[in-house]
């Protein structure tokens, strides 16, 4: 790239390269999948390994057979005289209905995918402090009608103590009641051990294998946390702008990293700013375009969503693998559609914070993590220590 903006607008921003941040990128030589770093791109990946793959295996190797008993059963040699029926009513029916069969048994799990990726998880955290000896733990049921918790698979309850959490099992441990009310009661059977505090999480987007599904492994389910953070994502030829709405709506681009500000590996895939997301934590993307239709992708994420002028599309990732993630633009858009790479980077809680308090400062905001805590600084020497710390 010898465009001297491109290159000028680059200089201008942060390194394209965070040293000793591992990063998640596509392989030249690999074959597979791209490991799945979250909820929706899991689920994406089992229903591939599980459904998708064994049936198109056999698929392949039908065919295959059918093929290689015609040519040896079917040819000349073999077969001097051919027959000369042109139907036959029971084959024309199994070469209908088998397929259609087929294609109901990928959708349904399909839907379940593309319901999971669209609508927004909603789950509501409960924290409660520690109590010794209590048993009854109550939370508002405060959602709209339609994504009320109304059965036992909507709630998680957790024993958590420090940064280590135990999921508790329902009938076992724990019974609830009121639920579809607006007020449910979970009762422990045991109060919780000395050190230990409950954590409820309490809504309907729920991922994870199913055991009654697959009869055997481990059930892995659990409910997703509503996002805490929106990022929206404006695609234009050739880059991406974005936005934090949410921390006063600082914005910067991200355009293609040129040659020199990064490694060979990374050329074409970093950019010279990368998104910065805390690990763990939910995300609402909004994507829009300025000019043509783009999309915004993510394969580690299962996240493909397209970026339409005049319209805001929305979806969501959750990842706990703190690394740099790479993507491309997905809808071909003119000439430097494959320049526009895409990259999230997942950090800690408290580097995302400084970051944001970073980009802040760029655009001449106050901070606004460090300045919660200067504001919650009471005595003059706790204003100074807080002052020093950032
Ligand atoms: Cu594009």
Redesign the pocket.
Known sequence: MADPAFAQEAADTTPAIVDGLEEDRPDAIGTGLREAASPVAEEIHSFYELTLLPMKLLISFFVLGLLVWVMIRYNAKANPVPKRFSHNTLVEILWTGIPVLILFIIAIPSFDLLYLEDVMPDGQVHEYDEAPGQTEFQFANDFPASRMVKKERHLDVFAVRGEERRLLQPGDDFEVEGLGDENVLVRLENPLPAGERLRIVAGRARVGAKKALWLFGEDTTRVIEAPTLTIKAT????GWAYSYPDYGDFEFDALMAPPDATTEELYRLATTNDIVVPAGETVRVITT?RD????WAMPAFGVKID?IPGRLNETWFQTDMEKTFYGQ??????K??AF?PISVRVVSREEFEAWVDERRELEGMEPFFAGQELAAAESGEERQAALQQN
């Not at 695609?235 to 050739?238: A, E, H, I, L, S």
């Not at 633009?329 to 003119?334: A, H, L, Y």
């Open positions: 695609g234009y030829q050739w375009a043509v239709i783009h999309s970026a633009c997905s809808e071909i858009c003119g430097d559609h526009m």
